[in-house]
């Protein structure tokens, strides 16, 4: 999908420089130097997610995987081995103790295994020539890699809603918005692609 393309490489544009350098010091998330494999693994799913998320946009591009199947196959297999598995894996030590409090740890930590399960599920299904099937749980497994960027836009939405609540008090605002985004982002994008996915023109396939 060329537009998804285009929101991505901005995406990346403004994330990846604070940890291309590997310098904890530059780290927007506190790298947390008593649990000394919290850096390499929040980088690792970083990189990982990374392309995952550049694949994420060929792998649903409808003309590329009915114009080029071998590419389809190939850019699955990166989405999945040099993406998704292996930035699953890794994340599973950063999301329990994600640095925005239990809030945020629950929903980041659910948000993992949900990735790893979905995306596990549709290579079986594929595996297995259940090809209703895979399309259905890697739908689900890319709406759950771009829960990172609407992240963002999520926490715009809260920090608007809660201001003029928690306003005074910016700590406060900061983990309500951070925890509320952190669940919106993934539950809102599931709830869209399982109604798609489940319309009736769809079910039988
Ligand atoms: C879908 C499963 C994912 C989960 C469960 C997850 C979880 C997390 C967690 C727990 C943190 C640390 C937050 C903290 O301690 O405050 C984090 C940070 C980050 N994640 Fe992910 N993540 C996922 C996917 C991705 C993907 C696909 C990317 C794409 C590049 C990505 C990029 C980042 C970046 C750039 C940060 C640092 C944020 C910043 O600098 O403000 N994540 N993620």
């Known amino acids: 999908m060329p537009v998804l393309l285009v929101v991505v490489a901005l995406f990346l ?8 350098g590997f310098d904890p010091a530059a780290s927007r998330v506190p790298a947390r130097l008593d649990l000394p494999l919290h850096y390499p693994l929040l980088v690792a799913h ?17 003309w590329l995987r009915r114009a080029h199947p071998a590419v389809h196959r190939w850019s699955g297999r990166i989405y999945l081995f040099g993406g998704v598995f292996p930035g699953g894996l890794a994340v ?3 999301a329990p103790v ?9 929903g980041n930590t ?9 995306a596990a599920a549709g290579y079986r299904a594929v595996r297995t020539r259940r ?32 201001g003029p609540f928690l306003g005074d008090d910016p700590t406060a605002l900061g983990l309500a ?26 079910r039988a396939e």
Do not use: K
């Open 13 to 20: 544009a403004v994330e990846l420089p604070a940890y291309l």
């Open 92 to 94: 599973l030590g950063v």
């Open 46 to 62: 970083i990189l990982f997610g990374s392309v995952a998320l550049v694949t994420a946009c060929l792998q649903i591009w409808p």
């Open 110 to 118: 659910a948000l993992a295994v949900l990735w790893l399960a979905t």
């Open 177 to 202: 918005a951070a925890g509320a985004s952190v669940w919106t982002s993934w539950v809102v994008n599931l709830l869209v692609v399982e109604w798609w996915v489940l319309r009736p023109q769809h």
């Open 98 to 106: 994600s640095s925005t409090g239990p809030v945020s740890a629950v």
């Open 131 to 162: 090809y209703g099937d895979h399309r259905r749980w890697m739908l689900r497994s890319v709406a759950l890699t771009f829960s990172i960027v609407t992240n963002r836009a999520w926490l715009v939405v809260h920090l608007l809603l809660f």
